[in-house]
């Protein structure tokens, strides 16, 4: 079992920035790819970024490619997500998994249970 804790959601104003932290614990964790997803109300549940368990490899959404960095920390299981230049669509509740690197969300077995993102105008 994998234990995964998202933290640093909150309110911000469109054009500035967040920084989203999830911990990973339990087996093996470092072993996996970590990814963030996000759902806003009345959407489905859409990939934003991931990245392999080495750190070498990472992906993102076009929605955020060029806006947001996805970095990890291996001997803390930490892996975070840089958002910058905040857009009102970007508001969402932001999940953390643990899994497979890939866009699709049932390669993940592991999840967090979300963090609140708002962005205002």
């Known amino acids: 079992q994998v234990n995964v804790v998202e933290s640093g959601g909150g309110l911000v104003q469109a054009g500035g920035s967040l920084r989203l932290s999830c911990a990973a614990s339990?087996?093996?964790?470092?072993?996996?790819?970590m990814g963030w997803f996000r759902q806003a109300p009345g959407k489905e549940r859409e990939f934003v970024a991931a990245?392999?368990?080495?750190?070498?490899?990472?992906y993102y959404a076009d929605s955020v490619k060029g806006r947001s960095t996805i970095s990890r920390v291996n001997d803390r299981n930490t892996v975070y997500l840089q958002m910058n230049r905040l857009k009102l669509e970007d508001t969402a509740v932001y999940y953390c998994?643990?899994?497979?690197?890939?866009?699709?969300?049932?390669?993940?077995?592991?999840w967090g249970q979300g963090t609140q993102v708002t962005v205002s105008s």
């Open positions: 990245i392999n368990r080495s750190g070498g490899s990472t």
């Open positions: 339990g087996r093996t964790s470092s072993t996996y790819s």
């Open positions: 998994a643990v899994g497979s690197a890939s866009v699709n969300p049932a390669q993940y077995p592991y």
